[in-house]
């Protein structure tokens, strides 16, 4: 699997991850995930990364599955843009297809951060590196010996919400 090539300090962020998730499979990928639907809220961004096939979207299944349970996140690969009408309203990206910042642009993304008014799930982060807005979570998702790791690095002000997501996770894990 392809690592990323995405540096943390060139979006501001700390070199080091504020928190690492050791993730046995597929199961542990969703409760991480789920506990991220429990800690976001509107107007919070998650930025993730990771080579193909390493959870990206397993992760937001599990964040769409906490606010719904009936809700069914799928791939955005296609579409490039899934909108969930849920409580909070979840928008999923995918820039994987995407050749640079006039695509970015052409897809109205810059409206939906502007607008703040949903939780928004970005994958492929690293292969538009300016979509970072300033503020949120950066996940990176890789293969570990065991599974999958999960690096999260939070800007300035989510260092609560980074305690709050370990919490939830550990509590789901026992």
């Known amino acids: 699997m392809q690592q990323s090539r995405l540096q943390p300090q060139s979006l501001g962020l700390s070199p080091r991850p504020d928190a690492v998730f050791e993730l046995a499979g597929h199961e542990q990928t969703q409760a991480l995930g789920h506990a991220l639907g429990l800690s976001l809220k509107v ?16 992760l937001v299944q ?40 006039d695509d970015l642009e052409s897809t109205g993304y810059w409206d939906y951060v502007d607008a703040g008014d949903r939780i928004m799930c970005v994958e492929w982060l690293d292969r538009i590196p300016q979509a970072w807005p300033g503020a949120g979570l950066l996940i990176e998702l890789s ?31 026992l």
Request: net charge negative; glycine share 14%.
């Open 43 to 58: 107007g919070d961004f998650l930025g993730l990364v990771g080579g193909l096939g390493a959870g990206k979207t397993t």
């Open 62 to 101: 599990g964040l769409v599955g906490a606010l719904d349970e009936k809700a069914e996140a799928t791939s955005p690969s296609y579409a490039l843009v899934n909108l969930y009408e849920l409580e909070p309203p979840v928008l999923h990206m995918d820039l994987y297809r995407l050749e640079g910042v």
């Open 143 to 173: 293969v570990a010996t065991e599974g999958r790791r999960a690096s999260v690095w939070a800007s300035p002000g989510y260092a609560g919400l980074v305690e709050q997501l370990q919490e939830r996770f550990a509590a789901a894990s």
